[in-house]
């Protein structure tokens, strides 16, 4: 009688370490494109593919279960949204006790972001350890984190903050392994936030809607009592912002010298009408554009109309002659009766492009225009009738202007021009938004992935 045969060995378990971690990187990537990269947040399905992975044996279980918990989001939650209604304030506590069982996790952590509404900004304010100890807690044992966010609307006041809290973002900021930070940009004085960050390389200004001091809301940007060691800042490179012009340029005026080495710009504007706020750009631009390698503009669903808006106003690009990539999205919502102001968004998205022509180091320039309707108001027929009269004269005079940028003569690094051209699309305020799902972190805090 012949012994059984032992189940052959499946190849899977014979590949050697490193393959398995560029087969890791490659499926946290696609999981990332997916969305489903992260704990908390997106669907029902979130780091499906990570988690599977990590089941399939000890040596995948290693490489995989790091990049389960890489990135962490926790935003609020309303009724409606799956059922659930919770502030951050009860993730962070299902967090805390994770890293509590598991406390390896915390050193896997690599990207925490936190939204809050005035749930959690009522508790941060309030003298109470017990509110907000849990947040306290995780900052203590995230410590390796190279992307940090803290972000909502509205925002707990810096100098109303407690000490401890105000303590632990310090330390946070000051993390050697921080590259990237995410902050309402009124929630903190500029000189406070810029000397405390010592290796951030990658610094987005949210709009944060107003930050609240106690029960009250404020709008203004307030002066803070607190001292801050000083720290030079010369890592940061790159600036991304939306919306808070006023805010930006308190930073800009207020610590002109921490954006001594920016070389990256990215902005959005919109939607909504933009008032004075081609000035206040352009007052941003002077003064941190004349070193900047790579420039992004975003102009959302923006309203041309209202006052200090003529034809002929632009941006004045005409000074960054060290640009070498250059991005301007223009999106317009513009009303049907009203010519005016898709004169002003023409001419406008034309006339900044055409500043562009000092610009000899140039390689790469990537423009997009658009005009958002409203989706009532209009039949097929007027719909076409408006498009057919007004966009071929557009696309002349905006050929003749890039016409100039591919002179090989003069714009001798220029790789290639991209346009895109969209005449008719529907407001994306009129869409209707699917809300988030019901993040995961509870049934991982309660049952966490074995090893």
């Given at each position: 009688m012949s012994c059984p045969q032992p189940e052959p060995r499946s190849p899977v378990r014979d590949l050697p370490t490193e393959t398995v971690v560029e087969i890791a990187e490659v499926v946290y990537q696609h999981s990332r494109m997916q969305?489903?990269?992260?704990?908390?947040?997106?669907?029902?399905?979130?780091s499906k593919d990570l988690i599977s992975c990590s089941l399939v044996s000890r040596q995948f279980s290693a490489v995989f279960q790091p990049l389960?918990?890489?990135?962490?989001?926790?935003?609020?939650h309303y009724p409606g949204t799956y059922g659930s209604n919770r502030p951050v304030q009860i993730l962070l506590e299902r967090l805390s006790t994770l890293l509590d069982a598991r406390p390896e996790i915390g050193g896997w952590i690599q990207e925490l972001h936190i939204a809050v509404d005035t749930r959690d900004t009522d508790g941060m304010l309030e003298e109470t350890t017990q509110r907000y100890g849990f947040c306290l807690d995780v900052l203590a044992k995230a410590?390796?984190?190279t992307s940090y966010?803290?972000?909502?609307?509205p925002l707990p006041w810096w100098g109303a903050l407690p000490r401890e809290i105000r303590g632990a973002l310090q330390r946070v900021f000051q993390m050697k392994t921080l590259q990237k930070l995410e902050i309402g940009a009124g929630m903190i004085p500029p000189r406070v936030l810029l000397e405390s960050i010592s290796s951030v390389r990658d610094l987005v200004l949210h709009d944060c809607g107003g930050?609240?001091?106690?029960?009250?809301?404020?709008?203004?940007?307030?002066?803070?009592?607190?001292?801050?060691e000083s720290s030079q800042v010369t890592t940061l490179c790159t600036l991304r912002f939306r919306n808070d012009l006023d805010s930006l340029l308190t930073y800009v005026r207020d610590t002109p010298e921490a954006f001594a080495n920016l070389r990256g710009l990215t902005f959005t504007v919109g939607p909504g009408a933009l008032g004075f706020g081609l000035d206040k750009i352009q007052e941003i631009l002077d003064c941190v554009g004349r070193r900047l390698e790579n420039l992004d503009v975003t102009f959302d669903e923006v309203e041309w109309h209202g006052p200090g808006f003529s034809n002929g106003y632009c941006l004045d690009l005409s000074k960054m002659?060290?640009?070498?990539?250059m991005k301007m999205h223009c999106v317009a919502y513009v009303r049907y009766e009203s010519r005016s102001e898709q004169d002003i968004h023409e001419v406008m998205f034309v006339e900044t492009l055409a500043s562009l022509r000092s610009c000899h180091d140039l390689e790469h320039l990537e423009a997009k225009i658009g005009w958002s309707w409203p989706v009532n108001g209009m039949n097929a027929a007027g719909k076409i009738k408006m498009v057919s009269e007004r966009i071929p004269k557009f696309i002349r005079r905006l050929d003749k202007v890039l016409g100039e940028l591919v002179d090989g003569e003069k714009y001798k690094r220029m790789e290639g021009i991209q346009l895109s051209v969209e005449p008719w699309?529907?407001?994306?305020r009129w869409v209707e938004r699917r809300p988030e799902s019901q993040p995961l972190i509870d049934r991982l805090a309660t049952n966490p992935l074995k090893e």
């Open positions: 969305g489903s990269a992260t704990i908390c947040t997106c669907h029902p399905g979130v389960v918990f890489r990135t962490i989001n926790l935003h609020y410590t390796a984190l966010g803290f972000i909502g609307s930050v609240r001091v106690g029960s009250g809301i404020v709008t203004e940007t307030l002066d803070s009592e607190e001292p801050v002659t060290n640009l070498r990539e699309t529907p407001a994306r």
